[in-house]
């Protein structure tokens, strides 16, 4: 099956420094790739959804450059978290989706704790 | 936008019994409706889906019906086994919006043996 990779797993970091996460489709291309927060014991909320090489769309109140997206192949989108603060603490969940596939293969997730 | 919303938020059955989990949408263009298993700290996990032309399907232990016409669909999980034990997500979308995926809130379920 599709294989969505997320690096790194896990992230602490200080408040005002950026953080970035990667994911990757291994085994497939993923034209779409999408990101995900998810805050303890709640649904995932979707933030973005990004096509290989153009802008990324994001959902209403999610700052576009405080969290900034990159998918510049059609194997690997970026995530970055600028100026970190406590409250982005979350676990942020990517998946993709090829031209071919109705649904979404979702990568492990990444645990951000910003101190 | 599109509305997912999934009762109920808890669910706990005695092992070997049925569970049920109930989701409604309301966008009615919506035509893939994915259901996912999700483990504490780990990634979703599709467990069944369902498109819009069909009305049931199922897959050993777990089925989905949908009804187009009332917009909703549900889970159905038989015989249910203490490694069922997990948070069930539904999930709606369109072409329309690019196929991205609307959650419903959750339903965490706890088989006890």
């Known amino acids: 099956g599709a294989v969505v990779s997320q690096h790194p797993s896990w992230v602490i970091c200080k408040s005002g420094t950026s953080v970035k996460i990667e994911c990757r489709s291994l085994?497939?291309?993923?034209?779409?790739m999408f990101w995900y927060r998810q805050f303890p014991k709640q649904s995932l909320m979707l933030m973005a959804t990004s096509n290989e090489g153009s802008k990324a769309t994001y959902e209403q109140g999610v700052e576009k450059d405080k969290f900034l997206i990159n998918h510049a192949s059609l194997t690997l989108s970026t995530l970055t978290v600028t100026s970190a603060h406590p409250e982005d603490s979350s676990f942020y969940i990517c998946?993709?989706?090829?031209?071919?596939?109705?649904?979404?293969?979702f990568g492990p997730g990444t645990r951000l704790t910003v101190l | 936008g599109e509305n997912v919303e999934q009762h109920p938020s808890t669910l706990s059955v005695q092992e070997g019994d049925s569970a049920v989990i109930k989701c409604t949408y309301s966008d009615s263009a919506s035509n893939y409706f994915p259901w996912y298993k999700q483990e504490l700290g780990k990634r979703p996990q599709l467990i069944i889906d369902i498109r819009s032309n069909v009305g049931e399907k199922k897959d050993q232990r777990i089925a989905v019906t949908l009804n187009k016409t009332a917009k909703h669909f549900s889970l159905h999980i038989t015989e249910t086994q203490p490694e069922d034990s997990a948070v069930y997500f539904c999930a709606a979308s369109t072409k329309a919006a690019g196929n991205k995926l609307t959650f419903g809130g959750g339903t965490r379920v706890l088989v006890k043996p």
């Open positions: 998946s993709a989706r090829d031209l071919h596939i109705v649904g979404q293969f």
């Open positions: 085994d497939f291309q993923a034209t779409t």
